[in-house]
């Protein structure tokens, strides 16, 4: 729950936006985004080195607005 909170306080391009959280038979739930293509795991191995440094400026960028 605590990291929902944290994470629905963040507003920036690179992050994922979280709508909710909630509890239910003591499960945690949180209402996120839908990004249409999911996940970069699957799309790691066909980017170039150049495409990877676009990646990871993302990725900092989004770590130093959190």
Excluded: K
Aim: glycine share 12%; hydrophobic share 40%.
């Amino acid at each position: 729950m605590r990291e929902a909170r944290l994470a629905g306080g963040l507003t920036h391009s690179n992050i994922v936006a979280v709508y909710e959280y909630l509890e239910h038979d003591g499960d945690a739930y949180i209402a996120m985004e839908l990004l249409p293509h999911g996940s970069l795991r699957g799309y790691m191995q066909s980017l170039n080195d150049a495409h990877i440094g676009g990646v990871l400026e993302g990725i900092l960028s989004s770590t130093s607005a959190a």
